[in-house]
């Protein structure tokens, strides 16, 4: 603890001190300078900076082109990509959008072994797109994808540092050093809190000193701290996290944490990372945030109405550049929502809910209404989306049934089948209608091929819509990718899958 006339001097004042000049200047400055201080780094008149993610998990992309279209049409600047696709990269080249490109976990090991493996990626993945005119505007290089997730133990993080060193120098040598910044996205779960209140937070122990070594080179290269927030998952998984503190809502019961009182679930993660930085001795480091948003399908409290309310909170509170109590006026550097399509091949070891974060569904139409930046307008949807023909796979009722759950089930091992997960928006649907959802979604992933709606003859092809006021039975857009289970899709997460949609296959 550091002392200005004699009083101890909290953690909020020093947040906008850089380390290195902090013993000087605490002891020269009155405390009302300080207070100045803290505060002047923030423009009244600046926008608040917000992105989206643009992912690709998905069995039938939207076409990259139709995407950045629809990233313009709603005054979207700023983008997240987790690869650096050359299709999409291609399609961000000359619109004049901001990139964060992510480096993928399974390149960390080589990155941090070889120097000239880094050069050969940022050559190919950087500098091109940077000479050929008009080019792509590559902010940040995103080294790994939440590389300190509590699952994935110790497979990513010993070698993120190496990694992100040996693509800085990389960049240094491009001549790209001062125009694209190194960053490395942190998982919530890189932190903790005995008390639940972010005056106790640090980093997991576990992964401490990586984090201490990035926190140092991040520093040296004046680069900011990327962290992933989920208010929607703090919720399941925190009994003292209710709906209304995760949404914004004012009749919300605050949470206290000595004479600072916390009214939503977003501002509490958030001072519980800017006390982890302060603890760790970087209490100045500026603050990205690289991932939030809410789902909207797949799970209890996942709905379209919850995740409009949501954003338009969080929207609204970062508009009001009120900032934390920890960094009041002092709203983060930038924030990126998650997601900006629906992903139908997502991971769901966390929840079925993993494959709807988009505020657009998987072929950009909007799902509710939010403000990006196109003033106050609707947002745009998509257009020009080719689909293909009106036709949908259903079960056959004047069939022997007895075998339709299995066929079903076998269906799911493919298809995603999550909105009939308890609390989605198809879980109550009938039976047998919940068997043709299935059929439906094996159907549309491969692309309506016939021989795709059999399922031991029970399968019949129909042009009349099965879908429901609640429950929309998709039809597959013309481009796809292989619908082959997405790697690292194991039987255990297969397993998880089903279980949670079981109950709705029995008549």
């Not at 940040?140 to 939440?146: C, L």
């Not at 960049?171 to 942190?186: D, F, H, Q, R």
Request: aromatic share 10%; with cysteine; hydrophobic share 40%.
């Amino acid at each position: 603890m550091l002392y200005v006339s004699g009083e101890a001097m909290p953690p909020t004042l020093l947040l906008r001190l850089r380390p290195l000049t902090l013993t000087v200047i605490v002891f020269e400055l009155p405390l009302l300078l300080l207070l100045l201080l803290s505060s002047s780094r923030v423009s009244g008149g600046a926008a608040v900076a917000i992105g989206v993610n643009w992912g690709t998990a998905s069995s039938h992309p939207l076409p990259p082109p139709q995407v950045v279209q629809l990233l313009k049409s709603n005054r979207i600047s700023k983008v997240r990509l987790f690869d650096p696709n050359p299709s999409m990269l291609q399609a961000l080249s000359g619109s004049d959008i901001h990139v964060a490109l992510g480096v993928p976990n399974d390149m960390l090991r080589s990155f941090n072994s070889s120097r000239t493996a880094a050069e050969a990626w940022v050559h190919d993945n950087v500098t091109r797109y940077f000479s050929a005119a008009p080019g792509v505007r590559i902010e940040y290089i995103a080294v790994g994808d939440e590389s300190f997730l509590l699952a994935h133990e110790d497979q990513f993080h010993p070698f993120v540092v190496g990694a992100a060193t040996n693509i800085q120098a990389a960049l240094t040598k491009a001549n790209l050093g001062s125009k694209v910044k190194v960053v490395v996205p942190c998982s919530f779960d890189s932190l903790e809190s005995e008390s639940g209140l972010p005056s106790k937070g640090h980093f997991r122990p576990a992964v401490n000193r990586t984090m201490i070594q990035l926190l140092t080179f991040l520093s040296e290269h004046h680069s900011p701290f990327f962290a992933t927030i989920s208010p929607y998952q703090s919720l399941l998984q925190n009994k003292n996290t209710s709906l209304n503190f995760a949404l914004f809502r004012a009749a919300a019961r605050p949470h206290n944490d000595g004479h600072r009182n916390y009214k939503n679930s977003f501002d509490l993660s958030y001072d519980t990372l800017v006390t982890a930085l302060y603890s760790s001795g970087f209490p100045g480091m500026e603050i990205v945030i690289a991932e939030i948003g809410w789902p909207t399908d797949g799970a209890a409290d996942a709905t379209s109405l919850l995740a409009e309310e949501f954003m338009k909170g969080l929207l609204d509170h970062l508009q009001s550049k009120s900032g934390t109590p920890l960094r009041p006026r002092h709203p983060p550097l930038e924030t990126y929502l998650f997601s900006l399509l629906d992903e139908d091949q997502r991971n769901v070891s966390s929840g079925n809910f993993e494959r709807h974060w988009g505020i657009f569904t998987f072929d950009g139409q909007a799902k509710y209404q939010v403000d990006l930046g196109q003033d106050s307008r609707k947002l745009a949807n998509a257009q020009s989306v080719e689909y293909l023909p009106s036709e949908w796979c259903v079960m056959n009722n004047n069939k022997d049934l007895s075998n339709a759950t299995a066929e079903a089930l076998e269906a799911c091992l493919v298809a995603d089948c999550t909105a009939l997960s308890p609390g989605g928006s198809c879980f109550n649907l009938s039976w047998p209608a919940n068997m043709s959802y299935a059929f439906n979604s094996y159907y549309q992933q491969h692309d309506q091929r016939a021989d795709h709606c059999y399922f031991g003859g029970l399968g019949l092809i129909t042009t009349v819509d099965p879908s429901t006021e609640t429950c929309r039975f998709s039809i597959g857009l013309r481009t796809s990718l292989s619908v082959s289970l997405p790697f690292g899709f194991s039987s255990q997460l297969m397993t998880f899958l089903l279980t949670s949609i079981l109950v709705v296959f029995s008549p």
